[in-house]
């Protein structure tokens, strides 16, 4: 039931009202299209919306924050993000193509998860992190030139990491989280990254980008490291079979997922 932003500094980086994928100027667009609501039980009408800043956030002492609540679930939040043209044609067919399975993984019905299917929920759910990364603009950390790789080549860009879990869900679990790590090298280059984790009912999806490889692969090995997540981008598996090849997790092993990337921060 949350949205939430966690930051170590801020920065604006790209022009407001430019589509995130071409020239194209942005309309209205919901974060969650409307099935992932019909699918999900009734709940909460509340979302709140958490922002971390400061480099105090990163190690364990109290960030400042700032506490937003708004009427209705995070599956009535929308961003201007998108052009008409985007929205209306491969983010549509993406969101087409997820329809077709992800309802019954996110209530827990046996379905199988093939290699193509797998892709779509790794594009899913890049455009997702992409799309709340850019939510608020002060806070975005991802390359414009990662918008557009998605957009063109159908594809994750190659450097991200894509995840996929289960977590029994007991009634209506609905939320995306993103954290922010900001970090320059010597020369004055981001070399920080973020991660974005989605819950809807019992799936899962994490997501992690950074241009540093080393801590992409650090990375990599602290998440995989439990077995409990199935790589789904880059590709590990040729096919999975939903929900029984992939190993349910505690509601604590899910929380601390959202704040895996604060190990990675460097010293402030
Ligand atoms: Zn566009």
């Known amino acids: 039931m949350t949205i939430s932003s966690f930051v170590r500094s801020q920065k604006p980086k790209r022009k407001q009202g430019q589509c995130l994928f071409c020239d194209g100027g942005v309309t209205k667009e919901h974060i969650f299209a409307q099935w992932v609501d019909d699918v999900l039980p009734p709940g909460p009408d509340e ?12 190690r364990g002492e109290r960030p400042t924050r700032r506490d937003t609540k708004k009427q209705g679930d995070v599956t009535t939040i929308f961003v201007r993000k998108a052009c008409k043209t985007c929205n209306e044609g491969w983010m549509r067919l993406l969101e087409d193509e997820v329809k077709a399975f992800m309802p019954q993984m996110i209530i827990g019905s046996p379905c199988v998860l093939s290699n193509d299917r797998m892709l779509s929920l790794a594009r899913w759910a890049a455009l997702k992190s992409i799309t709340v990364d850019a939510k608020t603009p002060e806070y975005t950390s991802i390359p414009r030139k990662d918008c557009e790789t998605l957009k063109t080549s159908e594809q994750p ?14 009634g209506r679990e609905v939320g995306i989280q993103h954290r922010f790590l900001k970090s320059y090298d010597p020369s004055g280059n981001f070399d920080g990254g973020q991660s974005t984790t989605i819950r809807l009912g019992d799936v899962v999806v994490h997501v992690f980008c950074s241009p540093d490889l080393m801590r992409s692969g650090f990375y990599k090995h602290y998440i995989d490291q439990p077995k409990l997540m199935i790589p789904v981008w880059p590709p590990s598996k040729p096919s999975l079979i939903w929900p029984n090849s992939v190993p349910a997790m505690s509601d604590e092993r899910c929380l601390a997922l959202e704040e895996a990337i604060r190990v990675f921060s460097p010293p402030a």
């Open 47 to 58: 979302t709140s919306h958490t922002a971390s800043y400061g480099p105090l956030a990163f």
């Open 157 to 170: 860009p190659k450097n991200w990491l894509i995840w996929i879990g289960r977590c029994v869900a007991a």
